[in-house]
């Protein structure tokens, strides 16, 4: 997601950074990890246990990691930023634009229709939102 | 800005148009079992219990001075004990008397003191008193990781979240496990954590210095999205993870995801709507003394339990409020007087609403305290409190297949130890598994090359306190 949003840091060694700070743009290897209070988010993602050495980390699919997905302020601001970054054109080159940053692709001709559809009602942050939400992007083929 | 590309073609796309058969190399890795790990399951037989309602004192509670009451100790007042050195966490000195006065209650005589005046009063008959309760160290990391975990030291799951991966969620829009404080016990999240099980089963922590209800669960509500916009962007978001699912059928991850979306939307409403106390009645609100915090945490337990929440663990406080290594006649006191009211209207509120027969409550601290005062670090101050005890303390239950009215095992004769049927904490692990339908032993998660249990290779279940 902060690729997506064009505004990653990728700035590497040095301090941590807390992870939940809006402001933090580094990848989430720059993570501050306190053991005994890892941040929620941290945890809703499976991310491995600090106690001891982690072979494998589990993969589970939850409520609570759509939760973030469709009410943080993390995500909020991503889909924020990638609204901005396509934020000048016509709809159509708009959400081209946005297809492409985001899955890789030019959106078919039902999805750019669906699209239209949906940003003449609704802010753009919010179809980006959604963009940033699907599996697409969330799973490697 | 970057230049806009396409990807040539996904690997999945590769595979499938590189001839007969490769593409279904790809097929074994995406068949891996996504599933839905809170799924409801059965335990190994029929449970009495199906709810824990945990009301943890944390810090440590005292029992000579609540629920193990020792004429003995009255008469050796100021006195030196006569026992062996028992190690504690700080120097002792001679006998403290208790300066509560005990009372016997109900059909069953059960002995209490005034610190719980009104919880023994009106359910003295449904409690079933453990005084024989042990543990390992005097210390409350170690002790409030033993209580929760079944270890002192290493990462291990909390019962709460082994509970949750032996029976999954009946409720699937609300977390299986809740923990309830203001603030943090000590050893923090390492009480409720699920270390080597899939991070799902770890507890679900709650605030409740927040009184909002929509601050209390992460990322509950959409501060800047009306939820009627939420819906459309749902709407639109499965029909685009629809298109893509038709070229990916196998992947069980995918239709997982999508689910995942559904229940969080419903999980917007019904975990708000479960923490509400508002929607109870006033009568219901004063009985439970919901204005103040101790109060609120047991009623906001039982609407959780419920609604299918399987493990409820409400903390007194921050870090260790029992803890009275000093003034423990007005400490107690005041605890008491916090604790109890909330404590008894929950039990009544359950029996009345028929919910006290299959929620197990449990109510105790990690661990006790000594007979013998403790005496302040560099004797800055007259002694007036007690220190630590493992040796021996007090832990009842009630509900959920207990017997009522009666008191199990024994201390010695001024509190200090555990003599007649002693129960560790291990023990009191085992019994409270079987009581929600598991064999301890049964109950496992292979993990490093061997199979994990919460009991490990300790407990027994104590079939004495069984109804």
């Known amino acids: ?141 | 800005m970057q230049q806009p590309f396409q990807l040539p073609l996904t690997r999945r796309d590769a595979l499938r148009s590189m001839g007969t058969g490769l593409g279904l190399l790809a097929l074994p890795g995406l068949l891996e079992a996504a599933g839905n790990p809170l799924a409801p399951k059965d335990p190994h037989f029929r449970p009495r219990a199906k709810h824990i309602i945990h009301i943890y004192l944390n810090g440590g509670p005292s029992q000579v001075d609540t629920w193990d009451p020792k004429p003995e100790l009255t008469k050796f007042g100021g006195k030196k004990l006569p026992l062996t050195n028992l190690t504690t966490e700080r120097e002792t000195g001679v006998a403290l008397a208790s300066p509560f006065k005990f009372k016997q209650h109900g059909e069953s005589g059960l002995w209490c003191s005034d610190v719980f005046d009104k919880t023994a009063s009106q359910h003295a008959d449904k409690l079933c008193v453990i005084r024989s309760m042990h543990a390992n160290t005097p210390n409350h990391e170690q002790s409030m990781r033993l209580m929760n975990t079944g270890d002192e030291r290493l990462s291990r799951p909390s019962y709460g979240s082994w509970l949750t991966y032996g029976l999954g969620s009946e409720n699937q829009n609300l977390p299986g496990f809740v923990t309830l404080c203001t603030g943090l016990p000590v050893a923090d999240s390492s009480n409720w954590r699920s270390a080597f099980l899939p991070g799902i089963y770890q507890g679900t922590y709650l605030d409740t210095r927040k009184k909002e209800v929509e601050k209390l669960i992460a990322n509950i509500r959409n501060p800047k999205i009306p939820q009627a916009d939420q819906r459309k962007q749902l709407d639109l978001l499965a029909t685009l993870n629809r298109r893509h699912q038709k070229d990916r059928s196998e992947d069980p991850n995918l239709e997982a995801r999508i689910e995942s979306f559904e229940l969080a939307y419903r999980m917007q409403m019904e975990a708000t709507d479960a923490l509400d106390i508002s929607r109870e009645t006033k009568e219901t609100q004063q009985l439970y003394g919901a204005d103040k915090v101790h109060g609120r945490q047991l009623l906001i337990a039982r609407r959780l339990i419920e609604r299918g929440v399987r493990v409820v663990q409400c903390y007194h406080g921050d870090v260790q409020p029992w803890d009275s290594h000093g003034d423990i006649a007005n400490a107690h006191k005041k605890l008491g007087q916090e604790a109890d009211g909330p404590i008894a209207a929950l039990i009544g509120d359950l029996d009345r609403l028929g919910l006290l027969d299959e929620t197990l409550i449990i109510c105790g601290g990690e661990f006790g305290r000594t007979p013998a005062v403790e005496i302040p670090i560099g004797r800055s101050s007259p002694p007036t409190g007690r220190d630590h005890n493992h040796h021996g303390f007090t832990v009842w239950l009630a509900g959920g297949g207990v017997k009522g009215g009666m008191a199990y095992g024994n201390t010695d004769a001024f509190g200090y130890q555990a003599v007649e049927n002693k129960v560790h904490v291990h023990d009191l692990h085992a019994t409270m598994l079987h009581l929600m339908g598991f064999d301890h032993e049964r109950l496992t998660y292979r993990h490093a090359g061997r199979d994990f249990s919460l009991t490990d290779v300790h407990g027994r279940v104590v079939k004495d306190l069984l109804a």
């Open chain 1, 1 to 141: 997601m902060l690729v997506v949003g064009g505004k990653i840091d990728y700035t590497m060694f040095g301090r941590p950074t807390t992870i939940t700070d809006l402001a933090n743009f580094r990848r989430t290897v720059y993570a501050f990890v306190e053991r005994q209070n890892l941040p929620d988010v941290i945890q809703t993602f499976d991310f491995a246990n600090a106690d001891t050495s982690t072979a494998r980390r589990i993969n589970t699919t939850v409520p609570q990691q759509a939760l973030f997905a469709m009410n943080s302020q993390f995500v909020s601001q991503a889909a924020q930023l990638l609204a901005d970054r396509f934020g000048k054109g016509t709809s159509e080159e708009r959400i081209t634009g946005i297809y492409q940053a985001a899955l890789g692709r030019s959106p078919s001709a039902e999805e750019m229709q669906l699209g239209k559809q949906f940003v003449k009602q609704h802010a753009w942050q919010q179809y980006t939102q959604i963009i940033l939400m699907t599996n697409e992007l969330m799973f490697l083929d």
